[in-house]
């Protein structure tokens, strides 16, 4: 009977921690459908340099190998207040993954990087963890 009581509540127990473990994990980033960016700490992504707030290397993943760079490439440095935006023509690293350099005048940057990303064609930002429309991580960060 002992046995029996011991075993079950071992059961319910691992059945619980491994639960738990699953919802701590959250999405992982492999899941995710469409284009998006990764973005850990908004202070350390943009660096202010002069009059200019920089994004000095960011990827920009799901962007497919047989995929031209050249209209979002052409887009962002069209977008009111971008400086300059470079992206790579291809993924030197990682498949379906282009670095990317973003120079924006610091007048509304965040106004203008939500432009931008749209330009991007960005479904997503990957926020200290967590998976956010464009529209929710703008909402978080104001």
């Known amino acids: 009977m002992k046995t029996r009581l011991l075993s079950c509540l071992f059961i319910c127990f691992a059945t619980i921690l491994s639960t738990g473990n699953m919802f701590s ?3 992982s980033d492999n899941n995710i459908k469409g284009r998006y960016i990764i973005v850990d700490d908004l202070n350390s992504f943009f660096v202010e340099i002069d009059d200019n707030v920089v994004a000095e290397s960011f990827q920009l993943y799901n962007i497919m190998e047989d995929e031209s760079s050249k209209p979002c490439h052409v887009g962002v440095n069209e977008v009111t207040n ?3 935006f470079s992206i ?3 993924s030197s690293t990682y ?3 282009r670095r990317c350099k973003l120079i924006l005048k610091k007048l509304n940057y965040l106004s203008t990087f939500k432009y931008v990303l749209k ?3 960005v479904d997503y930002v990957v926020y200290q ?3 956010l ?3 929710d991580f703008f909402i978080t960060i104001k």
Request: charged content about 30%.
């Open 119 to 121: 330009n991007m064609e």
């Open 95 to 97: 498949e379906n993954q």
């Open 82 to 84: 971008v400086v300059k």
């Open 133 to 135: 429309t464009v529209e």
């Open 88 to 90: 790579e023509s291809s």
């Open 25 to 27: 994990q959250g999405v």
């Open 129 to 131: 963890g967590k998976v």
